[in-house]
């Protein structure tokens, strides 16, 4: 019955976007609460929904956490990592990443800064399937930023001496310090800062 689908799929696509708005502001909490602070409870009371209502769409916490951290890493795939991939090979990809990582922070996606690096030092000490996630996540872009780092070897961008686990390391540390510093202090100045020191790193004037 044509009336029965369409009613079907008008509520399949009201669910998908009550899921998407839950999970946009579980990833805000999070980085202020983090992980372990998110609970259906807090959560439904964010969104004046009904603790029932949340649950229809998160079996357990564990659930609702690992659908937190896929949300947060599409938010960060298309914000920081897709403009790196559009940019030149090699070293101005590497810019590329940071900036857009330090953009990401500037425009203040989420209260509490990087949500992948509030989540990895809480849930470093905490094995299981969200503990799993989080590095499997860090590990990847870590992977990325060394591809860069390859790639700009490969076309003589940087020292034939270059370590590629020595810089990926550093420019790593750098994103780290920045997240941690801007949210502690919110001065803008400080994510202009760690552009001049990645570029001063990778021998970049501009």
Same mark, same amino acid.
């Given at each position: ?19 998407a ?8 909490l999070a980085?202020v ?29 564990? %659930? ?5 951290? =896929?949300?947060?890493?599409?938010? #960060? *795939?298309?914000?920081? !990592?897709?403009? &790196? ?11 590329a990443?940071?900036?857009?990582f ?24 905490r ?10 996540f860090?590990?990847a ?14 076309? %003589? ?5 270059? =370590?590629?686990?020595?810089?990926? #390391? *550093?420019l790593?540390? !750098?994103?780290l &310090? ?29």
């Open positions: 019955m044509p009336g029965a689908t369409t009613g079907t799929t008008s509520r399949r696509a009201a669910g998908e976007r009550t899921r708005a839950i999970l946009r502001e579980a990833v805000s980085t609460d983090g992980l372990e602070g998110l609970s259906i409870g807090n959560l439904a009371a964010a969104l004046e929904m009904s603790k029932s209502g949340l649950y229809a769409h998160f079996g357990s916490k564990q %659930d609702l956490q690992l659908a937190t951290i =896929d949300e947060a890493g599409r938010v #960060f *795939e298309a914000e920081v !990592i897709e403009p &790196a991939l559009a940019a030149p090979r090699g070293v101005p990809q590497l810019v990443v940071c900036d857009a330090f953009d990401h922070l500037a425009n203040r996606r989420f209260p509490g800064g990087c949500f992948f690096a509030g989540a990895a030092l809480e849930m470093s000490a094995p299981g399937p969200v503990n799993e996630r989080i590095v499997a860090q590990t872009f870590a992977a990325l930023i060394r591809e860069f780092v390859t790639a700009a070897l490969e076309l %003589d961008q940087l020292p034939d001496e270059e =370590d590629p686990d020595q810089l990926t #390391f *550093e790593n540390g !750098i994103i &310090a920045a997240n941690m510093n801007f949210v502690l202090r919110q001065d803008a100045h400080l994510l202009d800062l760690a552009r001049q020191v990645v570029r001063r790193r990778l021998g970049v004037t501009d």
